[in-house]
């Protein structure tokens, strides 16, 4: 932390960042009080999981432990990709014209803006697995919650910076932004392993699979929670944490190419 | 510590002689889906020098706005180039933003779910001011417009002329040389704007340049040392108010308050073009010369009349016959 | 009649064009492939029914919730909701005759899950019961009309709407026993599930999907179509009581 903010210009990003993650939170903040977050949106994220955990149990035996642990994980996924709708409250904000103009990063703003929904996602993921998991009989270990909770947070940064990217891809087709989201989540729950192991869909769409975020951090996650962490899992996180920063490199490449040219043509981006 | 910023501004800063602002022909298209492209501005060539006050007036899509956003860089010029303290706008746009405050009227810009305060703390980190200068700062600047009582107030319950005075902070939060303001008091009542208005002539009087886009003809006159008209995009006329309002030469204006049978004899003589009553009584004789005004007062002095002024025509006609015939003559007559 | 096609010429063209509103249209091939892979995977094909249905009847839901609230919620937010409510149309049929073009427009999604299953997965669903089918969906329809014409009107009444909105997807879903039957849940579940029309909806459509003989579809669609009913003029009786409020106040919103 000293030697951070020993350095001016890291300094600089930090705050940034941390001011717009409360910007972020601020607006956060006005959909949920704790009661209704937990009385209506954990209760809805522990149903989405309930959902596929008693289909799971009518398929055959194993089948709702796989697919109660594979929709608690994308839940906390679904919460990254959320980013892409909040990246485009900047815009309803009229407030990136100022920043581009000013000397940082609009970039780092954009990254900072919807921090939020790591803390969210990451809570319906575990909750989702404290409640429901010794209802499908899911052996839990202080050790295997530790482990897990560490992944879960991987898995939501991952997801994050996807959602970031898609985020910029559509920053100003507001309306979009909701497609493009629910739709990215429901093929993350095709190839990605929540649903069905990658090797059920076919080749294509398992390589496809493997460059997303959750594939990896989920593997892990099952290793862990079978009792089998070991090398394996940590190099399944080290994919993972690769996946997620090409992502998140990415989404900067859009944003910076969107800000110039814009800066051109005159896009209606920044022009509002 | 000293701020980083002046680390990067230390070698090139220019001299005081250079402008504060200069564009030469700039020119800017946008293209649109289907048709030819729209031009926005023309050839506009603009200098501010450092510490003026300069107005940029002219109707709604004369293509002031446009003008802003290129000189805040935010926008590129299709052609043409310009300067912002002697860097180039195209090319130097990294040394121009630590430099520049930006304040745009209206309700946007703002983060209305924070505070007045965290408002101006963001905006302190964007300009990347240290977080101790941050909170010194953003106390100052609280107190200075007015906004200490209401600091930890969510902006989302202000007025709109507080959220104005705290744009204004905000484009100032990183004490920048140059002030760009697009119709800060747009929107405001008439109060609201007038406290606004002495706010930036005290933040101009600290030796900032301050360019103001407006088509208030008041504020400009009130404001300004000089101004800029534009209108479809081109420059119209560039002068101080005062000047511009000679160069409307033909019509002079007499003031005086007198009854109606007098009023019939004064429209009657030669060279008074009509008379209007106004606001407080009195009536405005406008006449077509020099000679015309001498025969107005001479003819009501001699009757008796005491109150009698003569005027130059506000810049609302300046402005009016300026942007009429703007498209056909330019006087521009730098 | 004239109100009930301009309105709904007004909705289609505003799901139309605002492309969010075509969400649904998007997720749900995309869920429908999900739930025939799970099927595949198991190796379950008797459970071909649910896996078809369930994408079905979550589009349906799902969008009539989403436009019931978002219309509203849209109209709040550009101050076209007072003008609409104060003008001298009927609010509740003008809510009403929203929300059905957009139901009717939801059914689309058994088209595309129908298409998921034959060119996605070389499956041709069999119909054994097709009237059965025709009538369980329209009712089906009716029952969502009823429901989004109560979601409407919550969020005319209140502004904390939205997170109700979002709170009763899955659980509904869930207690509508859209793919497990409410039969898999427990017990203390069956009497709460039976008042979501849903539960109805699905028992009835997957047994029209069945060879087996359906057995009192009367009474079946019957249950369907009174829940929604109920639920309807619930929505038109809260309806009434808003706007009554509204001229009396001046504000919508009941708080």
Redesign the interface.
């Given at each position: 932390m000293s030697r951070t903010a020993d350095d001016?210009?890291t300094?600089?990003r930090t705050?940034?960042l941390?001011?717009?993650a409360?910007?972020g939170a601020?607006?956060y903040?006005?959909?949920?009080t704790w009661k209704?977050w937990l009385?209506?949106?954990f209760?809805?994220?522990l149903?989405?999981v309930?959902?596929f955990a008693?289909?799971g149990?009518?398929?055959?035996p194993g089948?709702a432990r796989y697919l109660l642990v594979g929709n608690a994980v994308a839940l906390v996924a679904l919460h990254g990709v959320f980013a892409t709708a909040s990246t485009t409250w900047e815009l309803q904000?009229?407030?990136l014209?100022?920043?581009?103009?000013?000397?940082?990063s609009p970039a780092l703003?954009l990254v900072g803006r919807s921090l939020f929904w790591l803390p969210d996602g990451v809570a319906c993921g575990l909750g989702a697995v404290l409640i429901l998991g010794p209802v499908a009989g899911l052996p839990l270990t202080a050790a295997s919650v530790a482990l897990l909770t560490v992944l879960l947070v991987l898995v939501a940064v991952t997801s994050y910076c996807l959602g970031l990217f898609l985020g910029s891809l559509v920053l100003t087709?507001v309306?979009?932004?909701?497609?493009v989201s629910?739709?990215a989540f429901?093929?993350m729950?095709?190839v990605c392993g929540p649903?069905?192991?990658s090797d059920?869909?076919g080749p294509v769409l398992a390589g496809f699979g493997h460059l997303l975020p959750l594939t990896h951090g989920l593997l892990a996650i099952r290793e862990v929670l079978a009792g089998e962490a070991g090398a394996h899992t940590a190099g399944l996180a080290g994919w993972e944490t690769l996946i997620g920063a090409c992502w998140l490199a990415a989404a900067l490449a859009v944003l910076g190419l969107r800000a110039r040219r814009?800066?051109?043509?005159?896009a209606a981006l920044?022009?509002t | 510590m000293t701020d980083s910023r002046n680390g990067t501004g230390g070698l090139t800063r220019p001299g005081q002689g250079e402008p504060a602002v200069e564009t030469r022909g700039l020119r800017r298209e946008y293209r649109t889906r289907r048709g030819p492209a729209v031009v926005a501005l023309d050839d506009v060539s603009v200098t501010v020098e450092q510490g003026e006050v300069h107005g940029l007036l002219g109707p709604n899509g004369a293509g002031k706005s446009t003008l802003m956003k290129i000189l805040s860089t935010v926008l590129l010029p299709t052609s043409g180039n310009g300067r912002v303290l002697g860097h180039d706008l195209a090319t130097e746009h990294r040394r121009i933003r630590p430099l520049l405050g930006i304040v745009f009227g209206g309700e946007r810009g703002l983060y209305p779910r924070l505070t007045a305060r965290q408002n101006l703390r963001y905006w302190a980190a964007l300009y990347g001011l240290t977080t101790r200068n941050a909170v010194a700062r953003t106390d100052a600047l609280l107190d200075e417009l007015g906004l200490a009582e209401r600091a930890d107030d969510r902006v989302e319950t202000f007025s709109v002329g507080m959220r104005q005075r705290l744009h204004l902070a905000r484009g100032i939060i990183g004490d920048p040389r140059v002030l760009l303001l697009d119709e800060p008091t747009n929107g405001l009542d008439p109060l609201a704007a007038r406290q606004l208005r002495e706010l930036i002539l005290r933040l101009a009087g600290e030796g900032r340049t301050v360019l103001l886009a407006t088509h208030d003809l008041a504020e400009a006159e009130a404001l300004c040392d000089r101004v800029t008209m534009i209108n479809h995009g081109r420059v119209v006329a560039a002068e101080a108010p005062r000047t511009l309002a000679r160069l409307v030469p033909r019509q002079e204006r007499v003031r005086i308050r007198a009854e109606e049978p007098l009023l019939d004899l004064v429209r009657a003589l030669p060279g008074t073009l009509g008379t209007e009553p106004a606001d407080d009584g009195t009536t405005v004789v406008t006449v077509d010369s020099k000679e015309a005004v001498g025969r107005v007062l001479a003819f009501v002095v001699e009757r008796g009349v005491t109150e009698v002024r003569t005027e130059l025509p506000g810049l609302e006609e300046v402005y009016l016959q300026l942007v009429h015939r703007g498209e056909t003559r330019s006087v521009v007559n730098r | 009649m004239s109100l009930l096609a301009a309105a709904g010429r007004f909705q289609g063209r505003l799901v139309l064009t605002h492309r969010d509103y075509l969400i649904d249209l998007v997720r749900t091939p995309l869920l429908a492939a999900v739930f025939l892979l799970l099927i595949r995977h198991n190796d379950r094909p008797d459970l071909l029914a649910n896996g078809l249905l369930a994408p079905v009847l979550m589009g349906v839901w799902s969008m009539a919730m989403l436009i019931s609230g978002e219309v509203v919620d849209n109209d709040r937010w550009l101050g076209t909701l007072e003008l609409q409510i104060a003008a001298p149309a009927d609010f509740a049929r003008v809510v009403l005759s929203r929300v059905w073009v957009t139901t009717a427009i939801s059914l689309l999604t058994v088209l595309e899950v129908a298409a998921v299953a034959i060119l996605g997965f070389g499956t041709v669903p069999d119909v054994p019961h097709p009237g059965v089918l025709a009538v369980g969906l329209l009712a089906t329809a009716v029952a969502t009309a009823g429901a989004a014409t109560l979601m409407a009107a919550l969020f005319v009444a209140t502004r904390t709407a939205r997170t109700f909105q979002n709170s009763l997807s899955y659980p509904v879903l869930l207690l509508g026993g859209v793919f497990a039957p409410l039969d898999r849940l427990p017990e203390w579940t069956h009497p709460i599930g039976r008042l979501v029309y849903l539960s109805w909806s699905s028992d009835l459509l997957r047994d029209a999907l069945a060879p087996a003989a359906v057995t009192s579809a009367p009474a079946r669609t019957g249950a369907i179509l009174g829940l929604g009913l109920l639920t309807g003029a619930g929505g038109r009786l809260l309806l009434g009581r808003v706007v009554r409020l509204v001229r009396e106040n001046g504000t919508v919103g009941l708080r």
């Open positions: 001016p210009r300094g600089r705050r940034v941390g001011w717009a409360r910007a601020a607006d903040g006005t959909v949920f209704t009385l209506g949106w209760v809805r994220m149903a989405q309930l959902f008693t289909i149990n009518l398929l055959g089948q904000n009229g407030t014209p100022l920043l581009v103009a000013s000397p940082s703003v087709a309306d979009l932004r909701n497609v629910n739709a429901t093929v729950l095709i649903e069905v192991p059920a869909v814009s800066r051109r043509d005159g920044f022009l | - | -």
